[in-house]
């Protein structure tokens, strides 16, 4: 369905039961990956870094906020390195590129260069936010899909396939909405992504498919298509 996609990770989606990484569900995205870039998609990736700090975390014990994104940034940067390995160790070519420069780690985010990576089948993974503080790595995946001309951004969710009216792990009356705009994410308050990123994605008419990552073979069904999810987009499709 999709040539060209970016696929939004949390930090916590890594971290199964574990305190940081588990292996199993590292290389169980790997090979996700894997099969899904084998249909010709090319794949590119944001992964936050809450498996490491939190914001809300870093205010309560009386550290700056500033400083407290500069250390979700690193944090992410980790991810995107064991995400890497993790690719890696399956057979796929890879790059990380960080808004924060660290040239024995990693490539600086060139756009362009990113695009070619891509255009060589090379699966690239954005580290470091945007490299400025007050902007979640929602609103870093919203401007890097915008800027490598992605078709859709998929947002993995752990254990909830979209979006609903009301939270279903405490309402059983719930319901999930197949299809939603922007402007109705703004208008209803619905919690998908902060309102900076959900701007960029309205502005730049970028697709968002939000599924549930933790069912086995989503990841490929939701860049066929397939998947069980909320399709946003900018205006009624």
Same mark, same amino acid.
Do not use: W
């Given at each position: 369905? =999709?040539?060209? &996609?970016?696929?939004?990770?949390? *930090?916590? $989606?890594?971290?199964?039961?574990?305190?940081?990484?588990?292996?199993?569900?590292?290389?169980?995205? $790997?090979?996700?990956?894997?099969? $899904?870039?084998?249909? *010709?998609?090319?794949?590119?990736?944001?992964?936050? #870094? #809450?498996?490491?700090?939190?914001?809300?975390?870093?205010?309560?014990?009386?550290?700056?906020?500033?400083?407290?994104? =500069?250390?979700?940034?690193?944090?992410?940067?980790?991810?995107?390195?064991?995400?890497?390995?993790?690719?890696?160790?399956?057979?796929?070519?890879?790059?990380?590129?960080?808004?924060?420069? +660290?040239?024995?780690?990693?490539?600086?985010?060139?756009?362009?260069?990113?695009?070619?990576?891509?255009?060589?089948?090379?699966?690239?993974?954005?580290? *470091? #936010?945007? #490299?400025?503080? =007050?902007?979640?790595?929602?609103?870093?995946?919203?401007?890097?899909?915008?800027?490598?001309?992605?078709?859709?951004?998929? +947002?993995?969710?752990?254990?909830?396939?979209?979006?609903?009216?009301?939270?279903?792990?405490?309402?059983?009356?719930?319901?999930?909405?197949?299809?939603?705009?922007?402007?109705?994410?703004?208008?209803?308050?619905?919690?998908?992504?902060?309102?900076? $990123?959900?701007? +960029?994605?309205?502005?730049?008419?970028?697709?968002? &498919?939000?599924?549930?990552?933790?069912?086995?073979?989503?990841? &490929?069904?939701?860049?066929?298509?397939?998947?069980?999810?909320?399709?946003?987009?900018?205006?009624?499709?």
């Amino acid at each position: 369905m =999709y040539k060209r &996609v970016l696929l939004k990770l949390s *930090g916590e $989606a890594l971290s199964g039961n574990s305190k940081n990484f588990d292996a199993d569900v590292l290389h169980s995205l $790997a090979e996700e990956i894997k099969e $899904a870039q084998s249909l *010709g998609v090319e794949i590119a990736i944001v992964v936050g #870094g #809450g498996n490491f700090i939190r914001g809300k975390t870093v205010a309560e014990i009386g550290i700056d906020r500033v400083q407290g994104d =500069y250390m979700g940034m690193l944090a992410t940067i980790m991810n995107a390195l064991a995400i890497q390995a993790s690719l890696e160790s399956v057979g796929l070519e890879t790059r990380v590129q960080t808004s924060i420069e +660290m040239n024995k780690v990693a490539e600086p985010f060139i756009q362009r260069r990113a695009i070619r990576h891509l255009e060589k089948g090379r699966v690239v993974i954005f580290g *470091g #936010g945007t #490299g400025s503080p =007050y902007f979640s790595t929602d609103t870093t995946a919203a401007l890097r899909a915008s800027e490598i001309k992605a078709d859709a951004i998929l +947002m993995a969710k752990n254990g909830v396939d979209g979006v609903y009216n009301a939270d279903p792990k405490k309402d059983p009356t719930a319901t999930r909405f197949e299809h939603l705009t922007y402007m109705d994410l703004l208008n209803k308050g619905l919690q998908v992504m902060d309102s900076t $990123a959900t701007s +960029m994605c309205m502005d730049n008419d970028m697709e968002l &498919v939000v599924f549930n990552m933790n069912e086995k073979g989503n990841i &490929v069904k939701a860049m066929k298509g397939e998947a069980v999810c909320t399709r946003i987009n900018k205006e009624e499709k």
